[in-house]
């Protein structure tokens, strides 16, 4: 069978899909130009990241692309329901990136307490002049232990942080409209141990949380889940990071937050207008920025190549009996 990873896979994952005979490509086709590509190289399956859009258009004009698979997480740049019902199978690895993801949370926060984000834009350009101004000015810093973080959507990704953040030292709560636990799992030295977390109304949390992590979408009819109304309840000075969606908060909501004071800080991974967010969010100094790389480490990229090539054969398999 004939596959195509538009925005690339793992060397593993490659070699693992060759071993079961199927023929990959991993360049990348520009948006406009795939349509053609696929139906030229007669592409069974489409692989995609977040980078590639897979919408009606590009559905009805490829009908000899039988799968879609998402090498991630969320599948908002999917037409989902609209391939599933043409008989399209869509797959996703959401497993595969939760670690890194939830590192990349544990990144932000630590960087945000200690205003490392300030300190290191500065540090090149001021660092032999202001020495000893700067030491004083991001020398009154905060730890981590004994703050109070709120978790917005406890999958796995949440649970993830949730353990990260008890490891630190943090009190963790959070909300979630579709899970409910009491506890999570956490292996220390090769041992399992449950540690009690408490599930707590949304204003609760957004008003008790030192800081807030982001792992949501955007509510079902496109509004944001933090808003100005949502701002409003957080503690004065707490820390938000968003690692999920950007369409999850109001930017502009945000930006006030952030130029009041009512956020001293957030950590951004993810924005409303990717890839060219809004450059007075960026151009603020209280915020630490990274550009949508949360599932981008080896060892993740190793575990969605290796999880899609599990897929996809076990996806022919079952063509193949079907046919039989």
Same mark, same amino acid.
């Given at each position: 069978?004939?596959?195509?990873?538009?925005?690339?896979?793992?060397?593993?994952?490659?070699?693992?899909?060759?071993?079961?005979?199927?023929?990959?490509?991993?360049?990348?086709?520009?948006?406009?130009? !795939?349509?053609?590509?696929?139906? #030229?190289?007669?592409?069974?399956?489409?692989?995609?990241?977040?980078?590639? /859009?897979?919408?009606?258009?590009?559905?009805?004009?490829?009908?000899?692309?039988? @799968? %879609?698979?998402?090498?991630?997480?969320?599948?908002?740049?999917?037409?989902?329901?609209?391939?599933?019902?043409?008989?399209?199978?869509?797959?996703?690895?959401?497993?595969?990136?939760?670690?890194?993801?939830?590192?990349?949370?544990?990144?932000? !926060?630590?960087?945000?307490?200690?205003?490392?984000?300030?300190?290191?834009?500065?540090?090149?350009?001021?660092?032999?002049?202001?020495?000893?101004?700067?030491? /004083?000015?991001?020398?009154?810093?905060?730890?981590?232990?004994?703050?109070?973080?709120?978790?917005?959507? @406890?999958?796995?990704?949440?649970?993830?942080?949730?353990?990260?953040?008890?490891?630190?030292?943090?009190?963790?709560?959070?909300?979630?409209?579709?899970?409910?636990?009491?506890?999570?799992?956490?292996?220390?030295?090769?041992?399992?141990?449950?540690?009690? %977390?408490?599930?707590?109304?949304?204003?609760?949390?957004?008003?008790?949380?030192?800081? %807030?992590?982001?792992?949501?979408?955007?509510?079902?009819?496109?509004?944001?889940?933090?808003?100005?109304?949502?701002?409003?309840?957080?503690?004065?000075?707490?820390?938000?990071?968003?690692?999920?969606?950007?369409?999850?908060?109001?930017?502009?909501?945000? %930006?006030? #937050?952030?130029?009041?004071?009512?956020?001293?800080?957030?950590?951004?991974?993810?924005?409303?207008?990717?890839?060219?967010?809004?450059?007075?969010?960026?151009?603020?100094?209280?915020?630490?920025?990274?550009?949508?790389?949360?599932?981008?480490?080896?060892?993740?990229?190793?575990?969605?190549?290796?999880?899609? #090539?599990?897929? @996809?054969?076990?996806?022919?398999?079952?063509?193949?009996?079907?046919?039989?």
């Amino acid at each position: 069978m004939r596959v195509h990873a538009n925005d690339g896979i793992s060397q593993e994952g490659k070699q693992l899909l060759e071993e079961q005979d199927f023929t990959i490509t991993t360049e990348h086709v520009a948006q406009e130009q !795939l349509a053609a590509y696929l139906n #030229a190289e007669k592409v069974d399956a489409l692989l995609v990241r977040s980078a590639t /859009k897979v919408r009606k258009e590009l559905i009805d004009a490829c009908p000899g692309v039988k @799968l %879609i698979g998402r090498g991630g997480v969320g599948m908002d740049n999917i037409d989902v329901a609209y391939a599933q019902g043409k008989g399209i199978k869509v797959v996703n690895t959401p497993a595969s990136s939760s670690i890194s993801v939830a590192e990349l949370v544990m990144a932000h !926060l630590f960087t945000l307490m200690r205003d490392l984000h300030q300190a290191n834009r500065r540090m090149p350009a001021e660092g032999n002049t202001a020495f000893k101004a700067m030491k /004083k000015e991001y020398g009154s810093g905060t730890e981590l232990r004994g703050k109070t973080l709120g978790i917005l959507g @406890l999958g796995r990704i949440g649970r993830w942080v949730a353990r990260y953040a008890v490891g630190a030292g943090m009190k963790v709560i959070y909300t979630d409209h579709n899970a409910t636990a009491d506890f999570i799992e956490m292996e220390l030295n090769g041992e399992t141990h449950r540690v009690g %977390i408490k599930m707590v109304p949304l204003a609760e949390l957004l008003a008790k949380s030192d800081a %807030i992590t982001v792992h949501v979408n955007q509510k079902s009819g496109g509004e944001a889940v933090l808003g100005a109304a949502e701002f409003a309840l957080m503690k004065p000075g707490m820390l938000l990071v968003n690692t999920a969606r950007g369409a999850a908060m109001d930017e502009q909501a945000l %930006i006030a #937050a952030l130029k009041s004071g009512r956020v001293k800080a957030a950590g951004l991974d993810v924005f409303e207008n990717e890839p060219a967010p809004n450059p007075e969010l960026l151009g603020l100094p209280n915020v630490s920025l990274t550009p949508h790389i949360g599932a981008a480490t080896r060892e993740a990229q190793d575990r969605i190549g290796q999880e899609l #090539a599990e897929l @996809l054969t076990a996806w022919r398999d079952e063509v193949t009996v079907g046919r039989g």
